[in-house]
């Protein structure tokens, strides 16, 4: 009863009425139109630090390096549910909600991705330890109290990132990715697909009993290379629950590997979203610390270009770990030539767009 109340008076707290009820609707045209016209560019954290700066305020290698934001702007919540002022990569959730509304501001369209803490033994999204994790959450779990307090935590943070009149952000929301690797407590090997579906429903229907009528919702497990339907149907939420499928494509083998893998994936997601009636994107991609410097032009793009990709998001760029360009390495002329090309949309190409 108390739980009932609880959610009851989130929801109306946080429904902010019907003049936002067809703000995902919105948002999957304008997306839809967009792949028309082109595939957009997309960069994680972009405007909190790059290669050689942090935290400075209207910095974004991608800037620097083309002279545009890009279309798409990643964000991550992780570590919101515990309550912590930083996200998981050290970004102040203030921070990340100025960013986030200045993006939205600027014409831009925003994604918020989630790597939460692992609930059960307090380790990160990363620690696999225990097979029992996702199991614990859900009802009857010894956790089940604690991660409702987490989803209220998400769905207090989500509720304020609203424009300048009060109105909520359109945002693709791409909860649990990378489902089908083992490398997060959500993974693979570490629930069922049962489990994984019942994760999936309860961190939707929680949202969406609080009125969030902005959020579409994406669903990316990682590259595979070796999709069937079958196999791919066994986690997919299911058509009434997602807008948007990915994946999270990065090249961490052999550039033949990369190539057969991604080429066979999207083939396959291309097919299935047009089936399903569903968005398509490369959720996040990219190749650490950028060895080979045309590796955008000639290895990755060749292959997005031939399926309805609605756009791309290059990983952060960090010191030790970056996925995009910035000014003084090598990439940057090759990312010029994306820039340059007629058919991938940077922020200036989207941000009369509505
Ligand atoms: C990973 C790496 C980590 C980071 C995490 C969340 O792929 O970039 O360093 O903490 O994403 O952004």
Redesign the pocket.
Known sequence: MKKTLLMMTTALTLASGLQAATMEKQLETRLRNLAKQGIMAGHQDDTFYGLTWEWEVGRSDILETCGDYPAVMGF?L?GIEVGDAKN??SVPFVRIREELIAHHRRGGIVTLSW?PRNPLTGGTAWDVSSDQVVKSVLPGGSQYEKYQLWLQRVAMYVATLRDIDGKPIPIIFRPWHENNGSWFWWGQKLCTDEEFRALWNMLQDYMNACGFTNLLWSYSPNLDGNWTEERFLKRYPGDDRVTLLGEDAYQWGTEADYKTQLDADLKFLNAFAKKHGKLLAMTECGMKNMPVADWWTRVMMPIVKRYDVSYFLL??NYKE?YFGPSPKLDCAADFMRLYNDKQILFLKNINNTK
């Open positions: 991550d992780g998981l990569d790597h990983w952060r770990e």
